[in-house]
C-alpha cells in the first residue's frame, strides 16, 4: 500500500498548488509569461496549466539561485531522479515512479530558468539538457517495456510509445535544423510527462483495488496507447509539414543544431 501513498501525497500536492493558485489570481488576476507564450499549449495540455506550472516554477528558481545551485547539477540531479523512477517502474511501483518523474520533470523545468537568470545559457548547457532529457524518455519507458515483459502486445505498445516520443523530439529537431519554425501538434514531452505521471498515479490506485490480480495498471496502458498512437500520429503531421515547408522555400541552408523540443511544463 505505500505505492499508493506516494500517489495521494502527489495528488494532496497537486491540490495545494492548483488551491494557491486560484487564489492568487483571485487577488492579483492573471499574469502571463513570455516563454509560456512562446511554446504555447496542446489540445492535451493546455496553457493555463503551463502557466500554472511556470508560477511555481519562479520561487524554486530563486531558490537554487540563492543556494549558488548551477544549471548543470540541477540537470544531473533531474535526470538521476528520472532514472530511478524508471527503476521503480520496472517493478510495478507505479505511484513511486509518478512521484519520482513529476520530481524529475519540475527540476528539468528549472536549469533552463536559473540558466536564463543567471547568465550561465549556453549551447553546451543545452545540448546536456536535450540528451539527457531524450535518456530519462527511453528509461521510463523502458521500465515499463521491462514490467510488460510477459505480455508481447503490452510491450509493442510501450516500444510504439518510444518510437513515438523520439520522433516527434527529432521532428522538432529537424526543423529547427532547417530554420523553420517547428509545427505545433500534440505529445510535445511536456504533453508526455503530464500523461505517464497522471497514468503512474492513477495505475497505483488500480493496482491496488482494482487489478491487483494482474498488476498492470489500466491507466498506464491506456496512457501508453495514446501516447504510442498520438505521439506517431503527431510525428507524421510534424515531418509532412516540414517537407511541404522545405519544398516551398529552398533558400535556407540546412544547418545543425540540437535538439530544442519544448520541454515539460519547463520555462
Not at 500500500?1 to 501513498?5: L, N, Q, R, S
Not at 516527434?168 to 519554425?181: D, F, G, L, P
Not at 509545427?183 to 504533453?191: A, I, L, V, Y
Given at each position: 500500500?505505500?505505492?499508493?501513498?506516494f500517489t495521494y501525497g502527489l495528488l494532496i500536492f497537486i491540490a495545494t498548488v492548483t488551491a494557491t493558485?486560484?487564489?492568487k489570481l483571485k487577488l492579483f488576476g492573471h499574469e502571463s509569461?513570455?516563454?509560456?507564450?512562446?511554446?504555447?499549449?496542446?489540445?492535451?495540455?493546455?496553457?493555463n496549466i503551463m502557466e500554472m506550472g511556470y508560477w511555481m516554477f519562479i520561487p524554486l528558481g530563486d531558490f537554487c539561485i540563492k543556494y549558488k545551485i548551477s544549471p548543470n547539477q540541477i540537470t544531473w540531479t533531474s535526470s538521476f531522479i528520472g532514472f530511478l523512477?524508471?527503476?521503480?517502474?520496472?517493478?510495478?511501483?507505479?505511484?513511486?515512479?509518478?512521484?519520482?518523474?513529476?520530481v524529475s520533470s519540475t527540476m528539468d523545468g528549472l536549469d533552463?530558468?536559473?540558466?536564463r537568470k543567471t547568465g550561465q545559457s549556453s549551447r553546451a548547457g543545452e545540448i546536456l539538457d536535450s540528451s539527457l532529457d531524450r535518456y530519462v524518455d527511453f528509461f521510463f519507458l523502458a521500465g515499463l517495456v521491462i514490467y510488460y515483459r510477459d505480455s508481447v502486445s503490452l510491450v509493442i505498445i510501450a516500444l510504439l510509445a518510444i518510437l513515438g516520443s523520439f520522433m516527434?523530439?527529432?521532428?522538432?529537431?529537424?526543423?529547427?535544423?532547417?530554420?523553420?519554425?517547428p509545427?505545433?501538434?500534440?505529445?510535445?514531452?511536456?504533453?508526455r510527462l503530464a500523461y505517464l505521471i497522471i497514468g503512474g498515479m492513477l495505475s497505483s490506485v488500480s493496482v491496488a483495488y482494482i487489478d491487483n490480480d494482474t498488476g498492470y495498471g489500466i491507466p498506464m496502458i491506456a496512457v501508453?496507447?495514446?501516447?504510442?498512437?498520438?505521439?506517431?500520429?503527431?510525428?507524421?503531421?510534424?515531418?509532412?509539414?516540414?517537407?511541404?515547408?522545405?519544398?516551398?522555400?529552398?533558400?535556407?541552408?540546412?544547418?545543425?543544431?540540437?535538439?530544442?523540443?519544448?520541454?515539460?511544463i519547463t520555462p
Open positions: 500500500m505505500i505505492d499508493v501513498y493558485y486560484f487564489i509569461y513570455e516563454r509560456v507564450d512562446k511554446q504555447g499549449g496542446s489540445k492535451l495540455l493546455s496553457k523512477s524508471a527503476l521503480f517502474l520496472s517493478v510495478g511501483l507505479f505511484g513511486i515512479a509518478a512521484v519520482l518523474l513529476a533552463g530558468l536559473v540558466a516527434v523530439s527529432y521532428s522538432t529537431a529537424k526543423a529547427e535544423a532547417m530554420q523553420i519554425t509545427p505545433r501538434g500534440s505529445m510535445k514531452r511536456s504533453d501508453i496507447l495514446l501516447i504510442a498512437i498520438m505521439a506517431n500520429y503527431s510525428a507524421i503531421q510534424r515531418l509532412k509539414a516540414l517537407t511541404l515547408s522545405a519544398e516551398t522555400d529552398t533558400s535556407k541552408p540546412s544547418t545543425t543544431t540540437t535538439d530544442q523540443e519544448n520541454n515539460s
